[in-house]
């Protein structure tokens, strides 16, 4: 099992910036790639960004390239997302997740992942 705790979020306003962590527990950390996943009201819960197990390789939705940037401390068993230039589009309950990706590099926005947080709530007002 590995428990997963995300925190960070909060209300900014547009084109703000705030970093969110999430702190793993469990099982060993450098073992698994992570992913940052949101789901605005109404919505589906949406890919957002994954990062390998060594952080060596970065994958991101269209929608936050070039604002958002995962990444990742194995020593604190820790994943953050810093995100800037936030917009309104950007309000979200965001989840971190956790699967399983010792030794590979491969990211996919469709990979399944078996272990998830509980949501931290980003509001970016206009």
């Known amino acids: 099992q590995v428990q997963l705790v995300e925190s960070g979020g909060g209300l900014v306003q547009a084109g703000d910036s705030l970093r969110l962590s999430c702190a793993a527990s469990g099982r060993t950390f450098s073992n698994y790639a992570m992913g940052w996943f949101r789901q605005a009201p109404g919505e589906e819960r949406e890919f957002v960004a994954a990062?390998?197990?060594?952080?060596?390789?970065?994958d991101y939705a269209d929608s936050v390239k070039g604002r958002f940037t995962i990444s990742r401390d194995n020593a604190k068993s820790t994943v953050y997302l810093q995100m800037n230039s936030l917009k309104p589009e950007d309000t979200a309950v965001y989840y971190c997740?956790?699967?399983?990706?010792?030794?590979?590099?491969?990211?996919?926005?469709?990979?399944?992942?078996?272990?998830w947080g509980q949501g931290t709530q980003v509001t970016v007002s206009s």
């Open positions: 997740a956790a699967r399983p990706g010792y030794g590979t590099s491969w990211l996919h926005p469709n990979d399944p992942y078996d272990y």
């Open positions: 990062i390998s197990y060594n952080g060596g390789s970065t």
